[in-house]
């Protein structure tokens, strides 16, 4: 441990204070821990911060944890921003949290940072109030035939109405999106596909494997169908899609996937074997 700790301090070795800090508090030495982390936190860059402050909320400095992560200065880098909010979600101060990022939502990061640190808090109506004017101001440009730099909202909006107990609905407005081309890049097919196979929806799986998403929802749907019992089914879909696929040696990967899954590996190096002198 002390080889570790001098390290951390004479060649300023972030993972070597990483090691020695868990190790530190795993056995209580909380002091020692936060000195071997404060003079990574004095530089300003943020993973110190953060790791810095987890140090002091361990060791029941609150206040202190927050002055070190809480912003200062007219240009806040928005990772500054949402390191703040994550330490005061962690003090148990989620509504101080949800207020400090509202006027900082126009930018996806801060969105994503904002569902993720309220997961669990019992704030998802609020997290939605928020949210649903982003969504519907994208839905509305991409109808009018434009981009828009919130495209992420719709994939946020159907995460936290499902996350909240509503995944009826959530399926119901993400595929909405997708139906009506309401997206960005195509992760939002992939975010409905995947929703869908949470929820055992496999005749709407199929539906946008056939429908032009194919790349987006065969994995979700194999999965679905395997999660059932139907491994068969599965394997069937996969084969005949890669059949008519017009590079079926682009779409070997899903097939190869799914053997080594139901752990037929010979079979699985054999569908692989053909592609492998494919330039």
Known sequence: MDLVVRAAAERGDWFCA??????LQAKGERERAWE???????????????????VLLAWGRVEEALTLTRPVGEEVPTGACEVYAETLVKCGRADEAITFLEPRLRDRWTMRCLVAMTQGQGRDAR????LVPLADEARHDQAQGGSHPFWEALDLQAEVLERSGRAEEAIRVLGDDVAEHRYGPRNTVQSYAQLLARHGRVEQLQQAVTGGHAREALRPLTKAFTAAG??????????????TAEYPGNEQWFLIEFLIEQRRFEEAIAVGRRTFEDP
């Open 230 to 243: 139907r491994a068969q089914d599965a394997e069937e879909i996969l084969r005949r899609h890669i059949a």
């Open 127 to 130: 997290v939605l109030e928020l």
């Open 18 to 23: 990483q090691g020695a800090v868990r190790a």
């Open 36 to 54: 071997v982390m404060k003079p990574f936190t004095e530089t300003g860059w943020l993973p110190a911060v953060s790791a810095g402050a987890d």
